[in-house]
């Protein structure tokens, strides 16, 4: 079984513009959750999409958005980049609730 | 407010020793606790996890402590092996598991010194 694919797995922005990350999960896997990895940070939780629905969101400014697709497919949004967003975007799935997450290599995005 | 803490930003162990690495939690709602292993350009790796009721699960060279009452796991790997070398960082999470999300801690970069 293919694990979770992150694209792309490096980018670069300028401050003040927007970008997306995009996320396949496992296959059968219906939840995808996404982590924002900074030094210091560790893992912080920036959302959750079960069957394209939201159902948990972390402590992030409204700029950060997702969406979940109906083949689970998930994309990540940052609009108005700042300095700060620089860092390793990881998206992790799983199959059903009571499952251990399966984290992808992450999209490192640098903002210049 | 970090919920999960690892104390130790890193640690360094001879190879064939014990390798010990600590994590702290604030919130006693947490009920489910995960090790994940992270190398360089990859994404984490599930580890190992221990649920509340239980004080020891063991996986292999790989065991984990949970102390309710002092909020404090642990993760012990013994012999340690130069591939042990790694971020691993400590997770937790409510009564709910799969409606809650996971809490990590900031990580502990372990070295295993050949």
């Known amino acids: 079984k293919a694990g979770v694919t992150q694209t792309p797995r490096y980018l670069i922005k300028t401050r003040g513009q927007q970008v997306t990350l995009s996320c396949s999960p496992i296959?059968?896997?219906?939840?995808v959750s996404w982590y924002q990895q900074t030094p210091g940070q560790g893992l912080q939780f920036l959302f959750e999409?079960?069957?394209?629905?939201?159902?948990n969101k972390g402590n992030f400014p409204g700029r950060f958005s997702g969406r979940q697709f109906s083949n689970s497919r998930s994309e990540m949004n940052v609009s108005t980049l700042e300095l700060g967003d620089s860092a390793l975007y990881l998206c992790?799935?799983?199959?059903?609730?009571?499952?251990?997450?399966?984290f992808g290599s992450g999209t490192q995005l640098s903002v210049l | 407010d970090q919920q999960v803490k690892q104390n130790s930003p890193s640690l360094s162990v001879q190879e064939g020793r014990i390798s010990i690495l600590n994590c702290d939690y604030t919130?006693?709602?947490?009920?489910?606790f995960l090790w994940y292993k992270k190398y360089p350009a990859e994404g984490p790796t599930f580890l190992i996890s221990?649920?509340?009721?239980?004080d020891k699960n063991e996986d292999g060279r790989f065991t984990v402590f949970l102390n309710k009452s002092a909020k404090h796991l642990s993760l012990h790997i013994v012999p340690s092996q130069p591939g042990d070398s790694a971020v691993y960082f400590c997770?937790?999470?409510?009564?709910?598991?799969?409606?809650?999300?996971?809490?990590f801690g900031t990580g502990t970069r372990l070295t295993i010194i050949p």
């Open positions: 992790a799935s799983r199959q059903a609730p009571n499952e251990k997450l399966f």
């Open positions: 296959s059968g896997h219906r939840s």
């Open positions: 999409y079960f069957s394209e629905t939201q159902r």
């Open positions: 919130n006693s709602m947490f009920d489910y």
């Open positions: 221990i649920s509340s009721i239980k």
């Open positions: 997770a937790a999470s409510g009564a709910n598991f799969g409606n809650e999300k996971l809490t």
